[in-house]
């Protein structure tokens, strides 16, 4: 199983980004994706998860981190999990990472509950 992240960039305070989560050789449908981020000298921080296409499709939950800024949505079609980023901080610059779990939505930092992890995208909020 493969993942991939994108979507990263260098942006202004208060500006948007959208990443993605993209699956190749296996289909989303049966995995909820969790949104990773690691800032430099930090621990990786969990902030974001979304249930799997077959079950409760709409469920997603936030960190605090996250929450009232980050939106999680997907696009089966193109095997895709989208987290849309708005109001950007300085404090979110960070590597962003994706990781599939079955069916149900954690946001849980170890790793043993994943079974894939996208390589990552670097997001840069500039002041």
């Known amino acids: 199983v493969q993942l991939q992240a994108s979507g990263g960039g260098l942006v202004q305070v208060g500006e948007s980004l959208r990443l993605s989560c993209t699956a190749s050789?296996?289909?989303?449908?049966?995995?909820?994706i969790t949104w990773f981020r690691q800032a430099p000298g930090k621990e990786r921080e969990g902030i974001s998860c979304?249930?799997?296409?077959?079950?409760?499709?709409?469920?997603?939950d936030y960190t605090d981190a996250a929450k009232g800024r980050f939106t999680l949505s997907r696009d089966n079609g193109k095997n895709t999990v989208y987290l849309q980023m708005n109001s950007l901080k300085p404090e979110d610059t960070a590597v962003y990472y994706c990781?599939?779990?079955?069916?149900?939505?954690?946001?849980?930092?170890?790793?043993?509950?994943?079974?894939?992890w996208g390589q990552g995208t670097q997001v840069t909020v500039s002041s």
């Open positions: 990781a599939a779990r079955p069916r149900f939505c954690a946001i849980v930092a170890d790793n043993g509950e994943y079974d894939s």
């Open positions: 050789k296996f289909t989303l449908d049966n995995y909820a």
């Open positions: 979304i249930n799997s296409h077959n079950y409760s499709i709409n469920y997603a």
